[in-house]
């Protein structure tokens, strides 16, 4: 599998009435070919920020201003609006957490949707409907053949999501960015989607950043996960050790909710008590320290780096807990040797 997008050490800021804000602060995380990476973490952690900044949608008043984010051998994060405009919708496709603004009221669903699939896909506008009308039925638009020829207004919040969510797919983006895609949806649409998109990921080796608040997702879906907290990943693993092996004492405060695993139904995130401080005024150390249980001294004063944790496994976490841990560890295993060299002499 070829890596397909590396996301470094990004920032992005908002300029506000009160001065600039910082919304997403040395985000990194890379994606190969056929992936699925989950994002998750509390609301306002900056997981749509994060995938609107890969796809310079953010509001006029944002801008990454610090890192880099490379696609195939391209610079996104330099990248002009005529080349973005190239990107979207062929390359990289996204689902938007709120959809109803997305559509265009004044033209019809089907134009819409052959549009993009005879650009992209040299389709004859014949095939393109036909393409078009397979698709609307794929995501479970039932009379997808009368559908194709209303306008959005006609459509419920949820039908109208499906449209955009057949509009994403058609293209076999190689890159699809979904943001909550499936969360206004019921629940067996919502496994239909999911199948749609493991489909996707089968067929065309389709990369996919899912952002989800739902653990029954993510299990399903990623081969792995970054967990955000005010800003920043603070543990991205594999999506076993993830479950298995939780470290950062966030994660282990969101997996709480494990226990219903039995209860499919309830696979939400944990709340945990506190709340999550405010980009104005981050701490100076760990923006985790006033909600954490294992909370040093040191994590008031420093800031902890994404680190590995463990050299063969790909599992990073900010935090200094298991800095120490290593630390002790090596300490006590030097002490033990040192001990046994005293016996054995
Ligand atoms: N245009 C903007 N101007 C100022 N701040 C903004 C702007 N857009 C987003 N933000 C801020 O950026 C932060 C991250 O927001 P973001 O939408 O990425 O959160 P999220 O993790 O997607 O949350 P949710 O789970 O609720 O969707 C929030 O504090 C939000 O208020
Ligand atoms: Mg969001």
Redo the contacts with the bound molecule.
């Keep these: 599998m070829g890596e397909l997008l590396k996301v470094d050490k990004i920032k992005t800021e908002?300029q506000?009435d009160k001065g600039p804000?910082t919304?997403v602060d040395e985000v990194s995380f890379d994606l190969k070919e056929g992936e699925t990476i989950c994002l998750v973490?509390?609301?306002?952690?900056?997981?749509?920020?994060?995938s609107l900044s890969i796809m310079h949608l953010l509001?006029r008043?944002?801008s990454v201003t610090e890192g880099s984010i490379r696609f195939e051998d391209k610079d996104l994060a330099h990248a002009s609006e005529a080349k973005m405009r190239k990107i979207r919708g062929n390359d990289i496709s996204m689902i938007f957490?709120e959809p109803m603004t997305s559509l265009n009221p004044v033209l019809t669903i089907g134009d819409q949707l052959t549009e993009g699939i005879r650009l992209h896909m040299n389709y004859s506008r014949a095939d393109a409907r036909s393409y078009a009308i397979e698709m609307l039925k794929k995501v479970g638009i039932p009379r997808a053949e009368g559908i194709i020829d209303e306008y959005p207004h006609k459509l419920s919040g949820g039908m109208r999501q499906r449209v955009m969510i057949a509009m994403a797919l058609s293209c076999k983006p190689k890159l699809l960015i979904a943001d909550?895609p499936t969360t206004a949806l019921d629940v067996t649409i919502q496994a239909q989607i999911l199948k749609l998109m493991k489909k996707l990921r089968e067929e065309s080796n389709t990369a996919i950043i899912l952002?989800t608040?739902d653990l029954g997702v993510v299990a399903e879906m990623a081969d792995k996960v970054a967990v955000?907290y005010a800003?920043q990943v603070v543990e991205e693993t594999d999506v076993y050790t993830l479950f298995d092996n939780p470290k950062h004492p966030y994660t282990l405060g969101l997996m709480k909710s494990i226990p219903h695993i039995t209860n499919p139904d309830d696979m939400r995130l944990n709340s945990i008590p506190g709340s999550v401080p405010s980009?104005r005024n981050m701490p100076k150390g760990c923006r985790f320290y006033d909600r954490c249980p294992h909370a040093m001294k040191r994590c008031l004063a420093e800031k902890p780096e994404l680190k590995p944790i463990e050299d063969k496994q790909a599992h990073s976490i900010r935090c200094f807990l298991y800095e120490e841990e290593e630390k002790n560890y090596e300490k006590k295993h030097a002490e033990k040797q040192h001990a046994e060299k005293e016996v054995s002499s």
């Design positions: 908002f506000t804000v919304s973490g509390e609301s306002g952690c900056g997981k749509s920020v994060t509001d008043n944002g957490q909550e952002i608040h955000m800003g980009a």
